[in-house]
C-alpha cells in the first residue's frame, strides 16, 4: 500500500501547463487521427515498445482499464515507439489480447505532451485536452481510477 501511496504521489505531482493539446496520431493502418477527435474523455496515452519488458507487464492492466471505463468517458491509446513493420506489431497486438486504439511514433524523448525520458511513459489527458500526469514507468488500473477520482473531486 505504502509503494502505491508513493506512486500516486509521484503521479500527480506533475505540473503542467493547463492548455489543450494537439497532436496528431498515425494510425497502423497509415491513417491520420487528431488527439482532439478523443475530446470529452479522459485519455491515457501511453508510450511503449515491444522491447520494453515493463511496458508489456502494464498492458493487461491498460487493457482492463480501457475495457471497463471506455464506455464512461476514459479510454487508453497506444503509441508504439520504435521502428517495428506493420506486421509483427500487430502480431504482437494479437498476442497479448490488445484491443485498444494503437498507434505508432518514431523513438521520442520529446512529444506534443510533454518529456519521455524513458519507456513506458504514460500521459494522462482530461476531457478538455490539458495534460494532467505524467508517469514514467509502469502504471496500473488502480493509479489511473484514483488519479480520475481525485481530479474529479476538486
Known amino acids: 500500500m505504502t509503494r502505491l501511496l508513493i506512486a500516486l504521489i509521484l503521479f500527480f505531482s506533475l505540473a503542467l501547463p493547463a492548455q489543450a493539446i494537439e ?50 468517458g476514459a479510454i487508453v491509446i497506444g503509441i508504439n515507439s520504435e521502428i517495428v513493420s ?20 518514431p523513438p521520442l524523448f520529446e512529444s506534443e505532451l510533454g518529456s519521455i525520458p524513458g519507456l513506458p511513459t504514460t ?9 494532467e500526469a505524467r508517469q514514467v514507468g509502469g502504471v496500473t488500473r488502480e493509479m489511473i481510477e484514483k488519479f480520475i477520482e481525485k ?3 476538486r
Open 151 to 153: 481530479w474529479e473531486s
Open 86 to 105: 506493420r506486421e509483427k506489431l500487430l502480431e504482437f497486438l494479437d498476442d497479448y489480447f490488445i484491443t485498444y486504439p494503437m498507434f505508432t511514433s
Open 123 to 131: 500521459f494522462l489527458v482530461s476531457p478538455q485536452g490539458t495534460v
Open 23 to 72: 497532436m496528431q496520431l498515425k494510425g497502423l493502418d497509415g491513417s491520420i487521427q487528431q488527439l482532439s477527435d478523443f475530446r470529452g474523455n479522459w485519455v491515457v496515452v501511453n508510450y511503449w515498445a515491444t522491447w520494453c519488458p515493463p511496458c508489456i507487464e502494464e498492458m493487461p492492466e491498460l487493457q482492463a482499464f480501457h475495457d471497463e471505463n471506455a464506455d464512461r
